[in-house]
C-alpha cells in the first residue's frame, strides 16, 4: 500500500452566499461563486500548496460546487502534476433547494439547541447524512492507495463541514468532540501528516468554542 506523506484538506475560498445569505433565495448552492477577496484568499493557498508540494505529483479531489472548483483553479498548480477528479460525495451540507433566508435562519436556531451533528434541515441533510457520504469517500480514499503508484499528496478541496467531518471519522472522534469544534475559515487549510509510526497526524487543531460534553465514557 503507498500510503500518501501528506493529506492536505481545503476549505474554498470567500463564496457570494459567505457575505450575503439572501442569494441562496435567487441561486442554487452549488452555482454559488467566489468573491474577488475569495480569489485572492484561494490565490494565497495556492501559493503555499506549490511551495509544499514542490516537483511531487498529487492526487486531487473537488467538491462538485461551483466555489471548490474556481478555489482549485485559483490554486494554479502544475496540471503535469496533478490529477484531478471530481467527488460528489465532498459537496456542502443540504440544505434544501431554494432557501427562505428567515426559514434558514430559524432552523440554524433549532440547530443549534438541538445539535450539529444529528439535526437535519428540511428537505436537507443533518450532519450525520453528511458523515455517512464522508465515510464512503473515506473508503474509496483507502482503496486508492492500493496503486503501487499512488501520488506521494492527496488534496481535498471541499467545504469546512466536510472537512471537520473527515478528521472526525480518521481519529474516530466522538460526536461530543465533533460539536465543539468550529470551521476553519476560507481557504484555510488542515494536514494529515504520516509519521515514522504509519500513523497520522493533524498539523494543527480546529478551534474549539465549547468544551466537548460526553454523554458517556468515549468522551
Known sequence: MARPRRIVLVRHGESTGNVDDSV???EPDHALALTERGWRQ???TGRRLRELFGRERVSVYVSPYRRTHQTLRAFDLDPDLIRVREEPRLREQDWGNWQDCED???QKAYRDAYGHFFYRFAQGESGADVYDRVDGFLESLFRSFDAPDHPPNVLIVTHGLAM?????RWFHWTVAEFESLSNPGNAETRMLVLGENGKYTLDRPFERWR???PYGITG
Open 164 to 168: 471537520r467531518l473527515f478528521c472526525m
Open 104 to 106: 434558514v435562519r430559524l
Open 42 to 44: 484561494a490565490e494565497e
Open 24 to 26: 441562496y433565495e435567487r
Open 211 to 213: 468544551d466537548p460534553e
